[in-house]
DNA sequence: ATCCACCACTGACAATTGTCACCATCGGGT
DNA sequence: ACCCGATGGTGACAATTGTCAGTGGTGGAT
């Protein structure tokens, strides 16, 4: 019986992924979470085979949580489940260790089958989504302009960008003016939105 | 037996539900579609009893859709999945004549049953939800004013916007202006946040 | 007939934003 | 010791953006 954690925002989704995989008669899901916080303390009490793990979820992320979870517990595999097949997502997922990078666009009827891999020791990455990842550049954001971005996504002034993160106006101009110029853009919020589209922030 | 209409644009949401809808034995998906566009005529073909809509699709929008669907074939009910609350969702949905609003964050143990109660001729909406939607302004916006703004949500330039509506450029910042102001916002990054939460866009 | 809201535009002005050159410090590498 | 990249800053300048006061035109109410 492969045990299985679940962490999906979407209480739907999360509910709806879970009577389908408890439908399989291999799998169990024996721990749902909401949340990015609650991931790693809820593995480390249940023990999970797998884990299977949304991005974007409250508290902190499934990446930041992967990171964490190989470490602590590196006999549970991880795997993610997002709706972005993001350049910038794939390489954290696999630099976090992850074993398995699933889109929300493919199939149910894979799902089941790419834990089942998983579990044998195979990675389960599309090829394609893999070499789109090879292909495009890395992150070339340092990590002030990374901060100053993520500030700037609610369109905020750079008045109220510099109070927030402590910083003079002009020093993050020029960090915001240094992140346009490497995004290809032509203003912050140009900026700020191929950043996010790559996976570049957070 | 009631026969339902399925769009959804992620897949894995959408085979997920079907399978989860089809395992009561009253219920039957008797069609999936993954854009806008094929919800009216594909209702129109398989003549469904209930069309289960998501907001967010490729091509038209399920509230476009639904008002379309109701129009062509009223003896089926319409009702509305979506990620998000919003309430000018919710507005557009019933003035749509959506008999039914399900967030995606609630249980899917509720779906079935709303699904069930939908057909027994009642209206499906979160009595909460239904309040803050009345007690939220309705949208304030001109129809030029929201052209505006979605045209801005991508960061582009007042003249680029000028550009694409045939405007002139100081046309487009009079019209940013005022939807500024009424948005209660500072720049049009804030006033096209505002107005896509509140669902006073597209 | 008059009012009002919306549409479209112009021009002037102030504030914000983006670019650039320049300076200083710190921590790795080589 | 030296270079390099990242951090944090200043000041100057140009471009963009936001505000305001106008001008008209349209079409639907009363």
């Known amino acids: 019986m492969i045990r299985i954690l679940l962490a999906e925002d979407q209480a739907m989704m999360r509910g709806a992924l879970a009577v389908l995989l408890g439908l399989e008669d291999d799998l169990?899901?024996?721990a749902q979470v909401g949340t990015g916080t609650e991931i790693v303390p809820t593995a480390l009490e249940v023990r999970p085979d797998v884990a299977l793990l949304d991005i974007e979820l409250p508290g902190i992320?499934?990446?930041e949580a992967a990171g964490e979870l190989?470490?602590?517990l590196p006999e549970c595999r991880v795997m993610i489940l997002t709706t972005f097949?993001?350049?910038g997502y794939v390489r954290q997922a696999m630099a976090a260790?992850?074993?398995g990078f699933l889109v929300k666009d493919g199939p149910v009827e894979e799902l089941a089958?790419?834990?089942r891999r998983v579990l044998r020791g195979e990675t389960v990455l599309d090829p394609a989504l893999a070499a789109a990842t090879l292909r495009a550049a890395p992150n070339p954001l340092t990590a002030r302009e990374r901060d100053v971005l993520a500030a700037s996504e609610d369109g905020s002034s750079i008045a109220d960008i510099a109070g927030r993160l402590f910083l003079s106006p002009s020093t993050v101009r020029?960090?915001?003016s240094a992140a346009i110029g490497k995004t290809g853009t032509r203003n912050k919020t140009e900026a700020a939105l191929t950043a996010r589209r790559n996976?570049?922030?957070a």
Chains 1, 2 share one sequence.
Do not use: F, K, M, Q
Request: zero cysteines; proline letters at 4%; glycine letters at 12%.
């Open 28 to 30: 169990e899901v024996v």
């Open 61 to 63: 992320s499934g990446l």
């Open 70 to 72: 190989t470490a602590r």
């Open 85 to 87: 097949s993001r350049p």
């Open 97 to 99: 260790g992850a074993v």
């Open 113 to 115: 089958d790419a834990i």
């Open 174 to 176: 020029n960090y915001l």
């Open 199 to 201: 996976g570049w922030l």
